[in-house]
Structure formats: structure tokens, C-alpha cells
């Protein structure tokens, strides 16, 4: 095996692939990744075993054929090292891979092909098409409230839920919930539901650079595939019960608030200051006309600031985890935000004044 | 200063209250626990009855089956709760550092005492004589320089004995020690460390701290200096309570799943109870879920969290479920309890049950 490339050409597919590799492995293959010449194709791949990664690369001259696997880390570190006009030079001497760059010689140790494991294939049960902004807007809009670590495993990722020609996204990690929509031409009548676990979430939301170009889903069973340019991106999905999402966004709210956003924000920011630091409680005192908040931490300091609101509904005293309200409030883009109340035990509803297809349910704190 | 504890353990605590109450209990053997057909469990039992393979926390039918003539009482908190008292009064007459660790154990501080010349080991004879005549119960103790060797001193010489590790005799009293008799080392970290050759203290010593630390975490820190006889806790006047938590054992096994699940209201509504019954209202850090199988294999489940609701617990009640998938005699449930007070906010749920 034996192939050239710029360094231009392979950093970045690199770097997508290696990213998907986990820092500390059981299996020492799953530090590597697996390197496949053939013709003028080189692909590369990256897994975890929940996760895959596979990025293709023409190259500019044909390769003598071959498979390999090598550890990721080093060989990023090694071409993110070498100067950006470098053209590297990778051949597979009896065990090792030998790389060089201008005066620059590596040997990098490998492991063969054959020990590199494949995330196993489920058969596809339905496509979708649209542009990779759609996917990447779900997840920018609602991936901040997805659980982490939960034990509640079935919160430690992303529902994806395709009905009535829409592609929804839930996230929840138990005191908040986030969700966005999107179009999608789909079949009529198609209902399905995923969870997508919280990595490859994440790891997807790297790979959707490219706004306006095609992004191609393929879901089955027990994984999601998708196809981004030259990288084809698989993930395990998680096999769970996803709380009902409608039942948790409150519908019998009638205490409305109307407030600027960014004014809103920096009053939040500012009063967290001296919030206490583990909980974040910060409480909201609505009036007609004026949102007053305030916070306390246990050296007892205080910060209190009221603001002019649009509000014309009875006094209520609420508390909440002010990070929960700052999230919203960074993702949303309206310039003016609604606050739908019903009481301080409730929910509350946080959307955009003239945003469709985002919205954000923050349960209250009892302070 | 040179620190002198003693560790006072009364001998088979609630049998022995329940044989000063009454002769005829005297020789026989006898255990204190629920009975067999409501599926109860020995408590304690007399040295009789231990000659038979009577243990502590054993079913009492399996008891009954290896001591056919076992004479099963049940027992009566409230008296034990008295006798106890009793016994730390005593305890009090020498010292107030006092560090009752359950109705029948305690770690005494009796450093700089004026009494008895300041003989920790005369000041612990006189103790035992004293519970003997004064409460009727014979009591062990161990007295050394610190808890580890005090609390191991009082096991060497029991029932009704007493052993001192003066400060010039740790390092050999240390060195035969199997590392079982620390405790922390259960079975699990036994078998792990025969793994790596160490059954002794003396073992223990040849690894480094950077290997123990490797293998067992902050507890490799502390086997480390066991191992040597060191051990700077000091005697704590009152244990702050670490966690909460209540179990059942049900007169029927549980079959499946399900039916465990089914349990876990109730269960969570008296652990709830109890949480607001605190007389200090305490933060919680995480929760448990403790399940017993019907042959006694046990094991926990745990999760690290400030608000849990009930879906933690079904989670974990799950995954504890999962490790055996054989029928359920217990469940239990519990908080982790924070050290901190708690005037901490309630963040409340947005999928309530679910």
C-alpha cells in the first residue's frame, strides 16, 4: 500500500474521522483508523463502535492498492505538524506505515485491517432527503438540552420523529425540554420515531458544513446512516421509550410576557452574578408592565433589576435555573421573546414572537 | 500528643439483653430475628447458636434448618435503644469524644485523660467491668493508637475480651494482619488484591502507592496507609448521617420485572417520608436502588444526581434487575445525602412519572 496526498487534501477529512475517535479505547484497534487505497480513491475510517465515520478522497495519482489501520491521533498530529504545501508520501512497509514529507520521516506502528471493527448494519426501513442546513438547524436549535450520563438512558440523545411531511427534534433532559421543526418531503402517512444517541448528535452537527448542499438519510432498524458529500456517517440508535413530548408542552398557560430578547438576556446575565453558583436559581416577579429579578447565593449577596415588559396579567413569583432560560434565550434569533405562564409550579413556554417551529419548555425551581 | 482510642463492641448485643431478661434463654441457642413463614432474617444470635453456622443477616428458615433447636425471639428495639444508652452513659464518665457507630459500637477518644492515670487500657477494663455489673451485657474492646487498630483490637480477644496495640507494637501487630481484616475490604477487594499477590498487610506494603491508587482509587490511598498502621480520622462526636434510605422484604418473591417496578411507589413514599422527616433537612446527591434475590445474591445500583424522580430509580431498579434476572426478595431505595444543609432550591420535574 502506497499513496500520495497533499496535506490540503487529507487534513480535513482527517480530522472529521479521527474526531470520532475516543480518547481512551479498550480495544487498542479502536484507536486507529482504517486506511483504504484503491485506484485514486482513499477512504478513511473512524469508529467507537456506536458511531462510524468513513470520508473518501480522490487522489491525484493512482495508489498502489491496500488496507490498514493506524493510530489516529498521531498521524493528525503528525499531517496537522507538517506545513500547509507539504505533499506526503504514506507506504506500508512490512508492519509499519511510513510517512514522509519533505525531509521529514515518520514510522508509525499498525494493525491489520481485518481486526477493524464495522457498526453492524440494520435494513433500511426509510430514506429522506433535504439540505444540510435543515439537520444542522434541529440540532443548533435543541441539542443543548439533550441529557448527559443520564441513567435514564433514553434522554442521552435526540429524538428524531418523521410525520405528516415534517422532521421534528426533541431534546430533554428532564427539567427542560427543546424542539424544532423542519419540512421534509416524505410519504404520506410516514410516522417514525429514532433516538439518535447524544455523540453521534453531536459528532453529525461537525460533519453539516455545507448549508445548501444534499444531505441524504438513511434509517433502519437500529441505526441512522447518513450520506454528507464524501462522508457517509453511521450511528447506533438508541433503543428506548422517548417521553411524550406533547404531553409535556403546557397548553393552559395565560400569564403571556412579552419582552426584548437581548435586553432580557443581559438582565439574566447580569443577575446570575450572584446567583447561588451550583443551583442557578434566579427568581422572576411579574407585574403589569415590569419583570423584576433577582437572585441570592448563600454569602448572602443579592442582585435585583427590574425591567419594562409587555405584560398585563396577574402578579406571579417564580423561580428558575437561570442557565435554563439563558439557553433559550442565546438560540432563539426573534427579536422579541414570549414567556407563557401558568403558575410557579408549572412549565413555562419560551419561543420566539415570530419564530415558527422552535420552542423551549423550562420547568420551574422551588426557591 | 500520642492518641489513645479505645473501640467498645458489646458481645452479640441484642441476644445478650435478651438472656440477662431472661435465664431460660441462657443455654440454649437463640437468635433474634422475624420469623420463618414471614421470610425474616437473623439479626443476631448468641455464641450457641454461631457454633451451628447461624449468622447475621441469614434467612431465619435457612437458621432453623442448621440449628433445628434454635429458639427464635423477636426483638424489641425499644429495649436495646435503653440498654444502649445505658452502656454510652457509661462511656461518658470518661470522655466526651464519643463516636457511636450503631446501638451496639462505638469509638471512644480517651487522649489526655485523667483518669486512671490516663491508662487508656486500665480506663477500658474498668469500662467492660462496669457495663458487666452495672447493664448486665459483657462488651469487648480494643485499644491502640488510632480506629483502624482499635476497632481490629476489639474483634481479637471477643466475646468478652479485651486487647491493646501499644504505639511500639503497631508495626508488628500490623504486618500479620490479612488485609480482610480492614474494613472496606470486603470480598470483591479481597479477591481483587490476591490477584496481585497481597493477602497480608505485609503484602500490602510492598506495592506503591501509585500501583494501590491505580487499582483502588482513593481507597488505594487509604490501603495503603492502613498497611502501616496509619490512620489519622479522628473521632467524630456525631456521624453526620450519610444516607437514607428504607427497604422491603416481600412475603412473596417477585417474579419479574414488573412486578418489582409495581413496588416502587410505595417504597418511594416512605423513603420520601422519611427524607422530610430529617431532623436536619440535607441536600441530596444521588440515589440507590438495593435488590436482594431470592437465594440472597445481592447488589446496588447507583446514579449521581441532585433532583431525582422516580424514572431515576426505575432505571436503576432495571439495571440492578438485569444482573441477576431471577425472582426478588428485597428492594430497597435511598438518598445520598449531601453534607451541606439544605436550603438548596427543589428544581422540579418536567416529566414528572414518566
Not at chain 1, 259 to 279: C, G, P, T, W
Not at chain 2, 144 to 173: C, E, H, M, R, T
Request: aromatic share 6%; proline share 4%; charged share 25%.
Amino acid at each position: 500500500m502506497k499513496f500520495v496526498i497533499s496535506r490540503e487534501a487529507l487534513i480535513k477529512p482527517l480530522q472529521l474521522v479521527a474526531g470520532v475517535v475516543e480518547r481512551r479505547q479498550t480495544l487498542p484497534v479502536l484507536s486507529n483508523i482504517l486506511l483504504v487505497a484503491e485506484g485514486d480513491q482513499l477512504s478513511m475510517t473512524g469508529t467507537d463502535l456506536e458511531v462510524e465515520l468513513v470520508g473518501r478522497v480522490t487522489l491525484d495519482e493512482p495508489a498502489e492498492a491496500g488496507s490498514v489501520t493506524v493510530p489516529a491521533r498521531k498521524l493528525m498530529d503528525i499531517c496537522k505538524s507538517l506545513p500547509d504545501s507539504a505533499r506526503i508520501e504514506l507506504t506500508l512497509t512490512g508492519q509499519k506505515m511510513v510517512i514522509k514529507a519533505g525531509r521529514s520521516r515518520f514510522s508509525l506502528s499498525t494493525l491489520p485491517a481485518a481486526e477493524f471493527p464495522n457498526v453492524e448494519d440494520s435494513p433500511e426501513t426509510l430514506e429522506l432527503s433535504m439540505v444540510q442546513q435543515q439537520l444542522r438547524n434541529l440540532i443548533d436549535k435543541t441539542g443543548f438540552s439533550m441529557a448527559q450520563q443520564d441513567v435514564r438512558y433514553y434522554l442521552n440523545g435526540m429524538l428524531l420523529e418523521i410525520a405528516d411531511g415534517k422532521l421534528r427534534a426533541v431534546s430533554t433532559d428532564g427539567h427542560r425540554l427543546a424542539t424544532s421543526v423542519t419540512d421534509v418531503e416524505a410519504e404520506d402517512g410516514l410516522q417514525h420515531q429514532i433516538i439518535v444517541p447524544r455523540k453521534g448528535i453531536l459528532e453529525l452537527a461537525r460533519l453539516l458544513q455545507n448549508g445548501d448542499a444534499e444531505l441524504r438519510l438513511v434509517i433502519g432498524a437500529s441505526h441512522i446512516r447518513a450520506h454528507v458529500g464524501d462522508f457517509t456517517f453511521t450511528s447506533k440508535l438508541v433503543d428506548g421509550k422517548f417521553p411524550d413530548y406533547e404531553r409535556v408542552i403546557p397548553k393552559n398557560g395565560d400569564k403571556i410576557l412579552l419582552s426584548d430578547r437581548m435586553e432580557l438576556r443581559q438582565v439574566l446575565s447580569r443577575i446570575a452574578i450572584l446567583s447561588n453558583e451550583k443551583y442557578r436559581g434566579v427568581r422572576l416577579a411579574l407585574s403589569p408592565g415590569y419583570l423584576q429579578v433577582m437572585a441570592n447565593n448563600p454569602e448572602q449577596e443579592e442582585a435585583e433589576e427590574t425591567l419594562a415588559v409587555d405584560y398585563d396579567g396577574d402578579s406571579l413569583e417564580v423561580g428558575f435555573n437561570v442557565n435554563y432560560l439563558l439557553d433559550c434565550l442565546s438560540i432563539l434569533n426573534s427579536d422579541v421573546v414570549r414567556l407563557t405562564l401558568s403558575d410557579s409550579n408549572s412549565s413555562a413556554l419560551v419561543e420566539g414572537f415570530d419564530e415558527e417551529g422552535n420552542l423551549y419548555v423550562v420547568m420551574p425551581m422551588r426557591m | 500528643m500520642q492518641r489513645k482510642i479505645i473501640h467498645c463492641d458489646c458481645d452479640c448485643f441484642f441476644a445478650a439483653v435478651e438472656m440477662r431478661d431472661n435465664p431460660e434463654l441462657r443455654s440454649i441457642p437463640i437468635a433474634i430475628g422475624g420469623s420463618a413463614d414471614r421470610r425474616g432474617v437473623i439479626a443476631t444470635c448468641n455464641y450457641m447458636a454461631r457454633e451451628f453456622g447461624v449468622r447475621s443477616a441469614m434467612s431465619t428458615a435457612h437458621a432453623l434448618k442448621l440449628c433445628p433447636h434454635l429458639r427464635v425471639v423477636s426483638g424489641n428495639m425499644a429495649k436495646y435503644r435503653e440498654v444502649s444508652q445505658q452502656v454510652m452513659n457509661i462511656f461518658l464518665e470518661y470522655t466526651e469524644i464519643i463516636e457511636p457507630l450503631s446501638l451496639d459500637e462505638a469509638f471512644i477518644d480517651v487522649t489526655g485523660s485523667q483518669h486512671l492515670q490516663g491508662s487508656a487500657t486500665l480506663i477500658a477494663d474498668e469500662i467492660r467491668r462496669r457495663v458487666k455489673e452495672e447493664v448486665g451485657i459483657s462488651i469487648s474492646a480494643g485499644v491502640a493508637p488510632n480506629k483502624f487498630l482499635a476497632k481490629v483490637a476489639s474483634d481479637w480477644n471477643k466475646p468478652d475480651g479485651i486487647y491493646v496495640v501499644l504505639p511500639n507494637q503497631v508495626d508488628a501487630f500490623v504486618l500479620t494482619l490479612p488485609v480482610k481484616k480492614i474494613s472496606g475490604v470486603g470480598e470483591k477487594t479481597a479477591e481483587k488484591l490476591k490477584k496481585i499477590g497481597v493477602e497480608t498487610c505485609q503484602d500490602l506494603r510492598a506495592k506503591s502507592l501509585a500501583e494501590l491508587v491505580e487499582g483502588f482509587g482513593a481507597f488505594g490511598k487509604r490501603l495503603f496507609d492502613l498497611s502501616r498502621g496509619v490512620d489519622e480520622r479522628p473521632v467524630k462526636v456525631s456521624r453526620i448521617r450519610k444516607s437514607i434510605s428504607v427497604e422491603h422484604t416481600y412475603p412473596q418473591d417477585l417474579a419479574d420485572l414488573e412486578s418489582c417496578i409495581a413496588q416502587l411507589p410505595v417504597l418511594m413514599e416512605e423513603l420520601d417520608l422519611r427524607y422530610t422527616k430529617l431532623k436536619e433537612a440535607r441536600a441530596i446527591t444521588g440515589v440507590v436502588v438495593k435488590v436482594k434475590f431470592f437465594d440472597f445474591v445481592q447488589t446496588t445500583a447507583e446514579h449521581t444526581v441532585t433532583y431525582p424522580d422516580i424514572a431515576h430509580f426505575r432505571q436503576l431498579l432495571i439495571d440492578a434487575f438485569n444482573r441477576g434476572l431471577r425472582p426478588v426478595r428485597l428492594i430497597g431505595v435511598g438518598y445520598r445525602l449531601a453534607d451541606e444543609g439544605k436550603d438548596q432550591p427543589l428544581q422540579l420535574s418536567l416529566l414528572g412519572d414518566y
